[in-house]
């Protein structure tokens, strides 16, 4: 089947940084993408990664790897309004989205 | 101008009953979806639309039905409703079906709850 894995929830301090990791497993593989959902608001894209490597825009980074089926997601410079969960999907060879559960990451000041 | 508008956003009714939540977008884009946000935040992909035709059914119960008139609208119609269709419906758009990595456009959302 296929599965995509992400932590939970996770906790950071506001101006630090902090590293989401996602990995899966689909029948194949033409893409990953991040959202970003505030609570009661619909999901907004962050970022797209098809290619080995980092891609970075500004505060946020987001990093594949094709051979482990792994990202991460990196937030820099932590803001209380980054307090929101983030969505790890990956495009399989359908073109279709499969949806990770989501990481609940909480800011404290 | 809102690209991908749903409306009604706050829905509640009672079991048994039908209703209907809209969709359009104003974005040009070839094809739509609705998924279900239920309680534990997994968002699962009901229906997608290109150019009018359904590519993409997953298992969803014959009591929801999408229509979509045109290009630009999307349409859920749930009949008979149950407890466990309680959930936040979004309908996105993207540009182009299959061969194209456009990303996703969501609507706000439509929160159904079924008493």
């Known amino acids: 089947g296929q599965n995509i894995d992400q932590p939970t929830e996770m906790t950071a301090t506001e101006g630090a940084i902090v590293q989401i990791n996602c990995t899966y497993q689909?029948?194949?593989?033409?893409?990953l993408f991040w959202y970003q959902q505030h609570a009661g608001e619909a999901p907004t894209f962050l970022s797209y990664?098809?290619l080995d490597g980092l891609e970075e825009k500004g505060r946020f980074s987001s990093f594949l790897s094709r051979s482990k089926g792994y990202s991460y997601l990196l937030l820099k410079e932590l803001q209380m309004k980054d307090s929101a969960s983030y969505l790890c999907?990956?495009?399989?060879?359908?073109?279709?989205?499969?949806w990770g559960a989501g990481t609940k990451l909480i800011i404290k000041p | 101008d809102t690209a991908v508008s749903q409306t009604p956003k706050y829905l509640v009714t009672q079991m048994g009953n039908d209703k209907s939540i809209k969709c359009e977008q104003n974005l040009g884009h070839d094809t739509m979806y609705w998924y279900k946000q239920d309680s534990k935040k997994f968002l699962k992909i009901m229906f997608s639309y290109n150019n009018k035709e359904l590519i993409i059914n997953e298992t969803v119960p014959n009591r929801f039905s999408p229509k979509s008139p045109d290009k630009a609208h999307l349409n859920l119609h749930i009949n008979s409703l149950e407890l466990g269709d309680s959930a936040v419906y979004f309908c996105?758009?993207?540009?182009?079906?299959?061969?194209?990595?456009?990303?996703?456009?969501f609507g706000e959302g439509s929160r159904l709850t079924v008493l």
């Open positions: 990664n098809v």
């Open positions: 689909t029948s194949g593989f033409n893409g």
């Open positions: 996105a758009s993207r540009p182009l079906a299959g061969g194209d990595t456009g990303e996703l456009f």
């Open positions: 999907a990956v495009l399989d060879s359908n073109y279709q989205l499969i």
